[in-house]
């Protein structure tokens, strides 16, 4: 009896996977960027544009991110830096580069209200003291990929009038109010980064393929542009201000639609982050992130719920199988079909997002997931206390 019933949970598990694999390599793989890149290619009057960071304690980060964002290729923006409470001389460096860079503006968060997190209130000052509608948000220690990410963003952003012939056809139409970039961890040797490369590129190709079926549901900080007057109707991070963090996904989950949201897979438009060097600063960094999944809409949680339980069920009940002394063309059989669509799903997904993963260790790299899945999700369901930096 046992037996069947891991063959029951098993199918199910396959066959819930490969649905939601298959679908969103069918979706990544239809998907081009002709207004996005038209746009891109055709700005002449481009709105100006705020690029927001919160900083604490990233000096040494903020050397190496400032010059990259002087030198985008963009006509009109500012540089919003939040100093966060540092003490490293951040604060020091910064009004120093001011001096030779007008379009910087410096923001100081000198304490932290007891009842929102450093991070959410960093950003929300960043955010009011913005000059233009246009927001672009990333991280001190992350870096653009090329001079023209101010400018595909901001296109993506702009991306709805395209489908308009008349001019007052254009005006008529709402225009994005959320683009959702991509952010890679640059490359490095070992098993941590091959894992943190595979699960950043996993994440990534779901909110992407899930915003194109009409159902965003997350983005990233690392790259992510909105409407300062959108943000401020909304009242910004009010509704879960008590959630240590969030201050990306959440605003996102709450508010994003397939009508106001734009993705952007460009090459010019990705940002680089710093990856984590050892597994104890990535269980936390992760902890933290995935922490305020049980904030997401019913509908989110369960869906991104099933899928990773049914991701655990595979695995176990691919061990009792094999341990159960099942007919081994069959277990194969299994592992092809489950294997194939997310082979395809990924590959897919490398490939739009010009990010190489190494597709040999995928076995290895997906059961991993299982003890990422298993340790930090409980972890980060029962966290309570989550804290930025």
């Known amino acids: ?39 891109l290619k055709n700005q002449s009057l481009p709105e100006p544009v705020s690029v927001i960071v919160c900083a604490h304690n990233e000096k040494e980060n903020l050397m190496r991110l400032l010059p990259a964002l002087y030198a985008q290729n963009y006509k009109r923006f500012e540089i919003v830096i939040v100093n966060d409470r540092s003490t490293d001389g951040t604060l020091d460096y910064l009004l120093q580069e001011k001096k030779r860079h007008p ?33 672009l948000l990333t991280d001190a220690d992350c870096l653009p990929s090329s001079r023209d990410w101010i400018r595909g963003m901001s296109a993506a952003l702009d991306s709805a009038a395209l489908s308009s012939v008349t001019l007052e056809e254009t005006n008529s139409r709402k225009k994005k109010l959320f683009v959702l970039g ?57 509704k879960h201000i008590q959630v240590m963090g969030g201050d990306d996904d959440l605003f996102v989950n709450e508010h994003a639609m397939h009508s106001n949201t ?40 369960k869906w991104l719920g099933a899928l ?16 159960g002394g099942s007919e081994p063309y069959l277990i194969v059989s299994g592992l092809i079909v489950k294997g194939f669509c997310q082979f395809l799903f990924l590959k897919t997904a490398s490939r739009k997002l010009n990010d190489p993963i190494n597709l040999a260790l995928l076995p290895i790299l997906d059961f991993l997931f299982v003890i990422y899945y298993v340790v930090l999700g409980v972890s980060a369901i029962s966290s309570n206390n989550t804290r930025w930096n």
């Open 262 to 301: 734009a993705i952007s897979l460009d090459e010019r438009t990705k940002v680089y982050s710093s990856p984590k060097k050892t597994w104890k600063e990535y269980y936390r960094q992760k902890t933290r992130h995935l922490s305020v999944g049980k904030y997401y809409k019913s509908f989110d949680k």
């Open 308 to 323: 990773s339980f049914s991701h655990i069920i595979f695995w176990l009940g691919l061990l009792g199988l094999i341990g």
């Open 1 to 39: 009896m046992w037996l069947w019933i891991f063959w029951v949970c098993w199918i199910i598990a396959i066959f819930y996977q490969s649905a939601i694999y298959y679908y969103g390599y069918r979706l990544l793989n239809r998907h081009e960027e002709d207004e996005a890149t038209y746009v």
């Open 182 to 238: 991509y952010s890679p961890y640059e490359k490095h040797k070992g098993l941590l980064n091959s894992f943190i490369r595979y699960e950043t590129l996993h994440t990534a190709a779901l909110y992407f393929s899930a915003a194109l079926a009409g159902h965003p549901y997350m983005g990233v900080g690392r790259n992510l542009a909105y409407r300062k007057s959108f943000f401020m109707q909304k009242k910004g991070f009010f």
């Open 103 to 135: 379009h910087l503006k410096v923001v100081w968060a000198r304490f932290r209200p007891n009842h929102i997190s450093g991070k959410k209130y960093a950003l929300t000052l960043g955010i009011r003291a913005a000059t233009y509608d246009k927001l």
